[in-house]
């Protein structure tokens, strides 16, 4: 079974091309022009096991804002896509993750069902090589509502920003990686209603 996916998602505001195996080793290269993401998406594909390329150019005289957010989008759009029926995955999955003084807790569904609930722990209002902290609750967001995941994250104590936000994605890694995973003894989609796709 193969589950990868690749989307081009080109606006008025940015141009993304990003291809996702969810089944990898955490390959692949990242490039946004906004360095911190970069980062962000280096430790996602490494600590969640996937294969990721993603190359992005968006407006960033105007900030990252759109960079951010349509990365998300598109990475949600991956990931709905690669996921397929859901037939025979694990579907819920969470993990807590330690980043020094930082930690952060990810619990998610792949319900079918878009939601995110983000509590920023205190997060300090910086900016991180053009990255704003704001945006980490956007990227998020956009994920959860473009791969249809009952996403939490909790930043649940922390003072610095860079470790809070590290903490953030790695918990969700790890979670996506075992809420992806195949569960052998589950023969179809794990779901009363024999559906998690809208």
Do not use: W
Not at 10 to 24: A, H, Y
Not at 89 to 106: F, G, H, L, N
């Amino acid at each position: 079974m193969t589950r990868n996916a690749a989307i081009d998602r080109k606006t008025g505001e940015t141009d993304v091309r990003l291809s996702l195996e969810l089944d990898g080793t955490g390959g692949g290269s990242r490039d946004t022009g906004v360095g911190f993401l970069d980062h962000m998406l280096d430790l996602f594909a490494r600590h969640g096991h996937f294969d990721l390329d993603v190359k992005a150019e968006g407006d960033l005289q105007t900030g990252a804002h759109h960079t951010v957010e349509d990365v998300g989008i598109v990475l949600g759009q991956a990931i709905d896509r690669a996921l397929g029926d859901r037939a025979g995955i694990t579907r819920y999955a969470a993990a807590t993750i330690p980043m020094d003084e930082a930690r952060a807790s990810c619990v998610l569904d792949i319900s079918g069902r878009p939601f995110l609930a983000f509590n920023d722990g205190g997060l300090p209002n910086v900016t991180i090589a053009n990255f704003d902290s704001e945006l980490t609750e956007e990227f998020f967001r956009a994920v959860a509502n473009n791969a249809n995941l009952t996403l939490h994250i909790t930043i649940e104590t922390g003072t610095n920003a860079h470790h809070m936000i590290e903490a953030a994605f790695k918990a969700f890694a790890r979670a996506l990686r075992a809420a992806v995973a195949v569960d052998p003894s589950e023969t179809g989609v794990p779901s009363t209603k024999g559906t998690l796709t809208q």
